[in-house]
């Protein structure tokens, strides 16, 4: 069983930073993406950043400039290095693996990281 576990959350001050990490354990066949989603109270679950195996990235809007998704390959590690933080960052945020196994794909979860970005 593949699971993403994160870590790194916590509470900050406006403008300060945090790093989240998301370490991968199972038996993992091929992964073809890595990413963090957010979701804050009331909201839908929305995408912050993404990285394809093949090295493409791509953020929402919101947190272009000021996010940085990178991966470690050797050891199925996404991390999410977040500066400039704004209250409106505030949410749970998750990581997602992406899968594939012959022709099927597969995503797979972590449990969640709170990050609170507050004075």
């Known amino acids: 069983q593949v699971q993403p576990v994160e870590s790194g959350g916590g509470l900050v001050q406006p403008g300060g930073s945090l790093r989240l990490s998301c370490a991968a354990s199972?038996?993992?066949?091929?992964?073809?993406?890595m990413g963090w989603y957010r979701q804050a109270p009331g909201k839908q679950r929305e995408l912050v950043a993404n990285e394809t195996s093949g090295g493409s990235t791509n953020y929402a809007d919101s947190v272009k400039g000021r996010f940085t998704i990178s991966r470690d390959n050797a050891k199925n590690t996404v991390y999410l290095q977040m500066n400039s933080l704004k209250p409106g960052d505030t949410a749970v945020y998750y990581c997602i693996l992406g899968e594939r196994r012959g022709s099927k794909m597969y995503n797979y979860w972590g449990q969640g990281t709170q990050v609170t970005v507050s004075s």
């Open positions: 199972g038996r993992i066949v091929s992964i073809y993406r």
